[in-house]
Nanobody
Framework: QVQLVESGGGLVQAGGSLRLSCAASGRTFSRHNMGWFRQAPGKEREFVATISWSGSTTYYTDSVKGRFTISRDNAKNTVYLQMNSLKPEDTAVYVC????????????????????WGQGTQVTVSS
C-alpha cells in the first residue's frame, strides 16, 4: 500500500513558476514508476509526466515539454514537478500517481496503468 500526499500548489501569474511535491508513505516507493496528472474543471483527467522507478527516464505530454520537469528523490520518498513558464491553460488540480514497476520501465500515460493516487493540489494561473 502506498499513500500519496501532494503539496506546493497555489495561485501564480502567467509566466511564473511553481514546484509541486508528492510525498509517499511505505518502503516500496523506489520500486514504483511515478506520474503526474491534471484535471481542469469540466475536463477529463489528463497525463502530464512520468518518471521511472530509478529516476533515469522521464516522459512528458507535448504541451508541457520544455516547461515542466519531473524528478524524484528515493531517499525522501518524494517526487517533484517543477513547472516554469506557466500558462492559464495549465490551471487544474494536479494529482500524483504510483505504478508498481518491479524494476521495469514502461511509459505509462493512461490512468488505468497506475495503482495509487493522491488527493491533488490546486494550481491556478492568472493571465
Amino acid at each position: 500500500q502506498v499513500q500519496l500526499v501532494e503539496s506546493g500548489g497555489g495561485l501564480v501569474q502567467a509566466g511564473g513558476s511553481l514546484r509541486l511535491s508528492c510525498a509517499a508513505s511505505g518502503r516500496t516507493f523506489s520500486r514504483h514508476n511515478m506520474g503526474w496528472f491534471r484535471q481542469a474543471p469540466g475536463k477529463e483527467r489528463e497525463f502530464v509526466a512520468t518518471i521511472s522507478w530509478s529516476g533515469s527516464t522521464t516522459y512528458y505530454t507535448d504541451s508541457v515539454k520544455g516547461r515542466f520537469t519531473i524528478s524524484r528523490d528515493n531517499a525522501k520518498n518524494t517526487v517533484y514537478l517543477q513547472m516554469n513558464s506557466l500558462k492559464p491553460e495549465d490551471t487544474a488540480v494536479y494529482v500524483c500517481a504510483a505504478a508498481w514497476a518491479a524494476g521495469v520501465w514502461t511509459i505509462m500515460t493512461t490512468k488505468g496503468s497506475y495503482d495509487y493516487w493522491g488527493q491533488g493540489t490546486q494550481v491556478t494561473v492568472s493571465s
